[in-house]
């Protein structure tokens, strides 16, 4: 029964694919006129050079501010019903050790240690330069993300816990997505409109320029790197408890 729902759903599937395929302009042929106003006014009008993150965090930045929460509700969901479950295997492991598989080999050690630094520096580079180059609070946050993840690939889950504080990870996550939401208010009470650029626009091309645009992006990438670690450190949790689980039978 299950295979004959996967193949009808498949075919559903498939035949709104290539219809949809079908009604898509040859590559190179872009009908406009949307992106055409957009590349001619971010630079003029926002001082951002990179037009995307322009989008992202201003002309439809409350349909990202929607986006953002919608990660920001994955990580909690995410993290409640993995700390159930992770109540539930303390109560019937209540001697497991914390720090489940070996230790790392002394050359994968080295190899994502000497990572983490890089890793840190380009994930704030990416962040910081987002309506610059192309790039942006979420890219940058996912970069910034994986270095403690290389701290955990280098030793052992009392690395990973050391360099994480749970309490600060989730304060900084619901930092970045209240700031969102803050800088769209901010807008309000200058009596514009609700996200509308309201700090000065700087010179073009220069790190503090596009006004909201850079602010916006770099809460965006507090909220996904923490959320994303605050996720790493409910699933490695739960993975080596039911791993110790297996050893002791």
């Keep these: 029964m299950r295979l004959i729902l996967f193949a009808v759903s498949l075919a559903g599937f498939a035949a709104f694919f290539a219809a949809g395929a079908r009604g898509l302009r040859p590559v190179g042929h872009y009908a406009g006129p949307y992106g055409d106003v957009l590349n001619a006014i971010s630079v003029p009008e926002r001082h951002a050079t990179d037009v995307v993150t322009a989008i992202n965090f201003d002309f439809r930045g409350f349909d990202t501010l ?14 409640l019903i993995l700390r159930q479950q992770h109540d539930e295997l303390r109560k019937e492991n209540p001697e497991e050790d914390p720090n489940g598989p070996p230790a790392a080999s002394d050359a994968m050690r080295a190899f994502t240690l000497a990572l983490v630094g890089p890793m840190v520096i380009f994930g704030l580079y990416i962040v910081f330069h987002g309506q610059l180059t192309p790039g942006g609070g979420f890219q940058g946050g996912l970069i910034l993300a994986t270095a403690p993840l290389m701290v955990y690939l280098s030793g052992k889950l009392d690395e990973f816990k050391a360099v994480t504080s749970p309490r600060l990870v989730e304060i900084a996550e619901a930092t970045g997505a209240g700031g969102f939401a803050l800088v769209g208010l901010a807008g309000l009470a200058a009596g514009k409109n609700f996200l509308e650029n309201i700090l000065p626009l700087g010179k073009t091309g220069s790190v503090f320029s596009s006004g909201t645009i850079f602010l916006i992006s770099v809460l965006t990438g507090i909220e996904v790197a923490a959320g994303i670690v605050l996720a790493m450190q409910s699933f490695l949790e739960h993975a080596l408890e039911i791993m110790q689980r297996g050893r002791n039978g």
């Design 66 to 79: 929607g986006e953002e929460f919608i990660l920001f509700g994955s990580v909690m969901g995410v993290l």
